[in-house]
């Protein structure tokens, strides 16, 4: 059973409750006060002094009073003899008197009692008043009007619980769905949202109410778990692209070794000239492969644990590398270095510059010149330090920066490796670069090539 159900039903209960206990009330209430008036009604009729109102009925020789009565008066003597003095009714038709319980009389008190006549089982309230020389005047009345008005009380009163009882519920069913709506709407948009439309929201309820507050809690809760499921779902794509490509890099190199290793067993003969070159593609490729491998490593390991462990001379690093490059690849280096000193991950250091080296090897023209500058700056009491490269070769176009970051990112999305890379250095970089602290941002150098920027923490 639904709460709107429960809720009406409660409501109707005590409605039934509280109009019974009204309707009871006013039922004894009604019944006391016309058994008074009954009761008064004894009283007068026989007066302040029953035995001269007896003896004024007999002098009238029984005779009737044209009107009609509803009191029947009789005298009783002390061995129980009943002489009627008045009966009820009218002269033409006067009412049958009835059996009185004698034994409850001749105490000489005044008394009031209701009994039954055990001949006609009607009912009738009795008063008895001493009258002299031990007779007891006697006043009775049929409680038949009471009794059918009391009935007639009783199923007004019930039929005045049942009707209030239902419109209560009625009322209290229209109430409490007008009350419930919020709450319906928002049970149909969380249905919505469980099927899988996360573009759903909760409906407003009235604010500064429970449930306007409950509205307000249940679509802050939906907004955040969709925005987890959308950082779930990127990283779910990003995993399914990592896999896709790191199984197409490392499926090449083997693929080759598998090949050359076949052109070794399936022939039996000795190629000195043919073997030695199956040697050397499957050296090559193997060493291909172990580079892949050791950079996905690197990658994975810079993602856990890259937190900086030692004092480094940056300046030195940065002078160490570009001078392999000029030895290397001979090419015009121009270096203006500060003296830095921070502290880092000098291993992790090592491969950023490393790669930096090799992409200017890799993919700029041989002699092009290479611009080297290292400074620092205060910001907000912070030091900072600015590594500059600028190069001469073809550059990264601006709509492909943000994209060149990510795993295995190339510009000709050949995912071809010829040139020895696997689209992971940028990858390792802006990893080094996060992991301490700091930014990696890409440009247009002066002379049109690529520009890299870093900014790190002292």
Not at 125 to 146: D, N, Q, W
Not at 281 to 286: F, G, K, L, Y
Request: proline share 5%; with cysteine; charged share 20%.
């Amino acid at each position: 059973m639904s709460l709107k159900w429960r809720i009406t039903i409660v409501t109707a209960l005590l409605i039934a409750l509280s109009s019974s206990a009204i309707g009871t009330a006013s039922y004894f209430s009604i019944s006391r006060a016309q058994m008074s008036a009954i009761d008064t009604t004894l009283t007068n009729a026989l007066g302040a002094q029953p035995a001269r109102m007896v003896e004024r009925q007999l002098s009238r020789n029984n005779a009737q009073l044209s009107f009609y009565s509803p009191i029947a008066i009789a005298l009783v003597d002390d061995t129980g003899q009943v002489t009627v003095v008045r009966p009820a009714g009218t002269e033409s038709a006067p009412a049958t008197f009835p059996e009185l319980p004698l034994s409850s009389l001749g105490n000489g008190n005044q008394a009031l009692q209701t009994f039954t006549d055990p001949i006609t089982g009607e009912e009738y309230r009795l008063l008895a008043r001493p009258a002299g020389r031990g007779y007891e005047a006697i006043a009775v009345t049929s409680l038949s009007e009471y009794n059918s008005t009391l009935h007639q009380i009783l199923i007004s009163v019930f039929f005045f619980v049942l009707g209030v009882t239902v419109l209560g519920a009625m009322a209290s069913w229209v109430v409490v769905r007008r009350f419930f709506a919020p709450v319906d709407s928002m049970i149909a948009a969380a249905g919505a949202i469980a099927q899988g439309d996360t573009e759903q929201r909760v409906p407003d309820a009235p604010p500064g109410t429970e449930l306007g507050d409950l509205s307000q809690s249940l679509n802050t809760m939906i907004n955040s778990l969709t925005r987890s499921i959308a950082r779930v779902e990127e990283s779910e794509n990003s995993l399914r692209t990592f896999i896709s490509d790191a199984s197409h890099e490392i499926r090449t190199p083997l693929t080759v070794i598998r090949g050359y290793t076949e052109i070794l067993r399936s022939h039996g003969d000795i190629n000195a000239e043919r073997d030695l070159r199956a040697l050397e593609r499957i050296d090559s490729e193997s060493q291909r492969l172990e580079r892949l491998v050791t950079s996905l490593l690197a990658l994975e390991g810079q993602q856990t644990d890259l937190t900086p462990e030692s004092t480094i001379m940056l300046t030195e690093k940065v002078r160490n590398h570009f001078a392999d490059l000029e030895v290397i690849s001979p090419r015009p280096v121009s270096l203006e270095l500060a003296n830095i000193t921070l502290t880092g991950h000098a291993d992790a250091w090592d491969q950023l510059l490393g790669n930096i080296t090799q992409n200017i090897a890799r993919y700029t023209p041989p002699g092009s010149p290479v611009t080297v500058l290292l400074t620092t700056s205060n910001v907000d009491g912070r030091e900072w330090a600015h590594l500059v490269v600028d190069d001469c070769g073809p550059g990264i176009p601006a709509s492909q920066r943000l994209d060149i970051f990510g795993r295995f990112a190339r510009l000709d999305q050949s995912r071809s490796t010829e040139t020895g890379g696997f689209g992971l250095g940028m990858s390792i970089m802006k990893a080094v670069v996060d992991a301490h602290g700091g930014t990696i941002t890409l440009d247009t150098s002066t002379c049109g090539g690529l520009q890299i920027k870093i900014d790190i923490p002292i």
